[in-house]
């Protein structure tokens, strides 16, 4: 980036923020599964291996792209990728609600919410770099990740009263008209491509490759430094994201006799939190 162009006034923070607000919204949706765990396998007559493959089915879309959403948004910019990115998770919760006789557009609507969700943090960070200087991108980094579990609170307890008084599909159409509002705040907020970003944007896409893409891929992997930085961030938050974002009321229903209230209490966002939370 062009270092003596960037900003940091209003029209930086707004972009930021309403790419920080769908990464909460996409959070609270990646979440909702967990609360909503037993009414889908009652209704579906699903066991617990189905509805695994079920959940996990979000993860199998979303890690990978993960690897691509850089690409898209070091292509076509923050608003160009957000904008869609918002509305196919919003989809994703109506797909969710078609009746069926089996899990099939549950499935789907978990898919379509990982394609979408695998842009929202790459996207907060990519707006940070752009409109902000380098000083702020540790702070801004953090405060994301703090607004994204504000959304894993927020797609637990809240969301389980409405389950309990209108039931899954209700609170599913909710969360889609969430996405809606959330789709308009980044449509209107996030700006057209700045300048100085476009000029870095056409020069990084007249040297793109596929080839050059698997080169730096194939590079990046041999570095000894890769894993070892990588290692212990993926020890940790494997178990979150597969267990704790999916099974959380369960296992401690299992393990701790708790009760569904007291479940609700645990932090989505935090194995360690959640120990301390069931041990006081």
Same mark, same amino acid.
């Given at each position: 980036? $062009? ?5 940091? !006034?209003? /029209? ?7 790419? +920080? ?9 990646? @979440? ?9 396998? @009652? ?16 993860? =199998?879309?979303? *890690? ?26 919003? @989809? ?5 609600? $078609? ?13 379509? *919410?990982?394609? !979408?969700?695998? %842009?929202?943090?790459? !996207? ?10 380098? &000083?702020? =991108? ?10 994204? =579990? ?6 637990? +307890? ?19 008209? $969430? ?22 944007? /056409? ?7 596929? !080839? &050059? ?7 990046? %992997?041999? &570095? ?17 994201? %597969? ?10 229903? @299992? ?12 932090? *989505? %966002? ?11």
């Amino acid at each position: 980036m $062009i270092k003596h162009e960037k900003k940091s !006034g209003r /029209v930086a923070w707004l972009a930021w923020a309403a790419a +920080a607000i769908f990464y909460l919204y996409e959070y609270a949706v990646r @979440i909702a599964p967990s609360v909503m765990e037993h009414e889908l396998a @009652i209704e579906f007559s699903a066991s617990a291996a189905t509805m695994g493959a079920v959940l996990g089915s979000y993860y =199998l879309v979303y *890690a990978p792209l993960q690897l691509f959403a850089g690409l898209l948004f070091d292509r076509f910019g923050g608003k160009k990728v957000l904008v869609p990115a918002s509305i196919v998770v919003s @989809i994703g919760c109506l797909c969710t609600i $078609i009746p069926a006789s089996s899990l099939v557009y549950v499935t789907i609507g978990r898919i379509l *919410a990982g394609i !979408g969700s695998s %842009c929202a943090f790459i !996207g907060v960070m990519y707006l940070a770099a752009v409109w902000f200087h380098e &000083n702020k =991108l540790a702070f801004l980094s953090g405060l994301a990740t703090s607004l994204g =579990l504000c959304g894993a609170l927020l797609g637990q +307890a809240p969301l389980s009263v409405l389950i309990d008084k209108s039931g899954w599909r209700m609170s599913l159409v909710l969360l889609a008209i $969430i996405g809606l509002v959330t789709f308009i705040i980044v449509y209107l907020f996030i700006p057209q491509t700045a300048y100085w970003e476009h000029e870095e944007r /056409v020069k990084i896409s007249s040297q793109f490759s596929l !080839g &050059n893409f698997l080169a730096g891929l194939i590079s990046v %992997c041999r &570095n000894k430094q890769t894993w070892r930085v990588g290692s212990w961030p993926a020890v940790y938050t494997r178990p979150l994201l %597969c267990l704790v974002n999916s099974w959380e009321f369960n296992t401690y229903k @299992i393990y701790y006799a708790s009760t569904k209230q007291k479940r609700l209490k645990l932090p *989505a %966002c935090s194995p360690s939190g959640g120990w301390s939370e069931v041990h006081w």
